[in-house]
């Protein structure tokens, strides 16, 4: 007659040497590395943009909420800043919440950023005297939480500046988007210095693309990504932001190796 034996199953990993749980000790230690590596380390929330050809590019599939990024015309003109604009309030556009918008001169045309998907009602305004004020209101609305982005136009950006600006924005979880604006040419150089931005997007402004019937057609950007941690960089000829705020790619698509 068979007798019934309990039978105590363990894991593969655990045969031959003994399976034990960590020690408080153990614990004690890995909270202090996660907090001493900070929020970047486990992973951020992502604003994607619904391009598999740009977000498999980008850590995580989208643009890092909580981060640092830089925006800034193809050229030094007029139009592609102003291009340059339109790309930002796209991205401000699709996140949640009023979107702090710090500027040194009141030139920004609202119905145009209600094109890209941004409308008025969300958009707070402050107009300060020159970059170290738009720098410290930048970081000031960034700490502040309630926010779902933060916009500042600045000639200069500084690593020190940029690093305490990447910092509010992990701190906080709001997207920070520093809008690179010149005066002089002599500025402009500035914006091949490192920068503790996440990524650094150039927008040019395109021709439209041609009508059937006479007209004017929808403008056009190349929307090209400077500053990645991949091999290839997306460089992507697109329409611009829809009302929805994100990006009408019916363009190509090319990809520039990393210098």
Not at 91 to 114: E, M, N, Q, S
């Amino acid at each position: 007659m068979g007798t019934n034996k309990e039978h105590t199953s363990f894991p593969a990993s655990c045969k031959g040497h003994a399976c034990a749980r960590p020690t408080p000790i153990v614990e004690e230690l890995r909270e202090r590395i996660r907090r001493i590596e900070g929020p970047s380390a486990r992973g951020r929330a992502v604003l994607p943009f619904g391009i598999k050809e740009i977000d498999r590019h980008l850590p995580g599939g989208g643009l890092a909420l909580g981060a640092l990024h830089e925006v800034a015309g193809g050229g030094n003109g007029a139009i592609d800043g102003a291009a340059a604009a339109l790309f930002a309030a796209g991205i401000a556009a699709r996140t949640r919440g009023k979107v702090l918008w710090c500027i040194t001169r009141p030139d920004l045309f609202a119905p145009a950023l209600a094109q890209a998907g941004l409308k008025s009602d969300r958009v707070i305004y402050l107009e300060a005297g020159d970059d170290k004020s738009v720098l410290a209101c930048f970081e000031e609305g960034l700490r502040h939480g309630g926010l779902g982005a933060v916009v500042a136009e600045v000639a200069r950006l500084p690593m020190t500046a940029s690093r305490r600006l990447h910092l509010a924005a992990e701190g906080s979880g709001t997207i920070g988007m520093a809008l690179r604006r010149w005066r002089r040419q002599t500025e402009a150089s500035d914006f091949g210095q490192p920068t503790a931005a996440v990524t650094r997007w150039r927008v040019s402004a395109l021709p439209s693309a041609p009508l059937p019937v006479a007209g004017v057609g929808r403008p056009r950007w190349l929307v090209r990504v400077t500053a990645l941690p991949r091999p290839s960089r997306p460089r992507v000829t697109s329409r611009a932001c829809r009302l929805a705020g994100a990006l009408n790619t019916r363009g190509r698509f090319e990809y520039a190796r990393a210098l």
